[in-house]
């Protein structure tokens, strides 16, 4: 069984469930033989301790240059995002380097704002926390459209609202990845019930 590897950046100031979200729900999705079907790894610029929101400890897995091409990158949000490493060139660079290699390519909350920095957004219908939406309009005129949704799926590319979001956003992919009672059962297994009341 080929595993669908999934790759999540990380970089200070992450926001926690951004990151950990969509890490706990791709990392625990089995089939019904008890095997893992994603292989997760936290991904960053240097192999070193990171500070995630609030000073949430964070030790990546592997760097840029270690990681290789994913099935799935995962672009987390927070103030990190949109106040830091919206100026990182070396890592805007990556994102649009990896942005056609991907199979999926995924932002949730103001991790939107790294793929509109990086043109990757340009002519699309997107979303981001609710609380951003009207500076990502402003900032990226070249977004067709920036809407109040829980995510969107464009098929290879998606966007998520903020935080909670993410994680309905992992269980969506797993969902259409993997199929609808494997993602249901995750949901379960996480007590997530936003999923839930969404599918059932």
Same mark, same amino acid.
């Given at each position: 069984?080929?595993?669908?590897?999934?790759?999540?950046?990380?970089?200070?100031?992450?926001?926690?469930?951004?990151?950990?979200?969509?890490?706990?729900?791709?990392?625990? $999705? @089995? #089939? @019904? #033989?008890?095997e893992k079907?994603?292989?997760?790894?936290?991904?960053?610029?240097?192999?070193?301790?990171?500070?995630?929101?609030?000073?949430?400890?964070? !030790?990546?897995?592997? $760097?840029?240059?270690?990681?290789g091409?994913?099935?799935?990158?995962?672009?987390? +949000? +927070?103030?990190?995002? @949109?106040?830091?490493?919206?100026?990182?060139?070396?890592?805007?660079?990556?994102?649009k380097?990896? @942005?056609?290699?991907v199979?999926?390519?995924?932002?949730?909350?103001?991790?939107? !704002?790294?793929?509109?920095?990086?043109?990757?957004?340009?002519?699309?219908?997107? $979303?981001?926390?609710?609380?951003?939406?009207?500076?990502?309009?402003?900032?990226?005129?070249?977004?067709?459209?920036?809407?109040?949704?829980?995510?969107?799926?464009?098929?290879?590319?998606?966007?998520?609202? +903020?935080?909670?979001?993410?994680?309905?956003?992992?269980?969506?992919?797993?969902?259409?990845?993997?199929?609808?009672?494997?993602?249901? !059962? $995750?949901?379960r297994?996480?007590?997530?019930?936003?999923?839930? #009341?969404?599918?059932?």
């Amino acid at each position: 069984m080929e595993q669908i590897i999934v790759h999540i950046l990380a970089f200070n100031e992450v926001e926690v469930l951004d990151l950990s979200g969509p890490y706990e729900v791709f990392s625990i $999705t @089995e #089939n @019904e #033989n008890k095997e893992k079907l994603f292989k997760v790894s936290i991904v960053a610029e240097k192999k070193e301790l990171l500070h995630a929101r609030n000073r949430f400890p964070v !030790f990546p897995h592997l $760097t840029l240059e270690e990681a290789g091409i994913p099935d799935i990158l995962v672009i987390p +949000g +927070g103030y990190g995002a @949109e106040e830091i490493e919206i100026h990182n060139k070396k890592l805007l660079s990556w994102i649009k380097e990896m @942005e056609p290699k991907v199979k999926i390519l995924a932002s949730i909350c103001t991790g939107a !704002f790294l793929l509109a920095e990086a043109g990757i957004l340009d002519g699309m219908e997107v $979303t981001t926390h609710w609380m951003d939406q009207d500076t990502l309009r402003k900032k990226y005129p070249k977004i067709k459209k920036v809407v109040h949704e829980k995510f969107i799926d464009h098929g290879h590319i998606l966007t998520s609202g +903020g935080v909670s979001r993410g994680i309905l956003m992992s269980l969506h992919l797993v969902e259409k990845l993997v199929g609808k009672k494997i993602a249901e !059962f $995750t949901a379960r297994r996480m007590e997530f019930d936003p999923y839930l #009341n969404d599918v059932i």
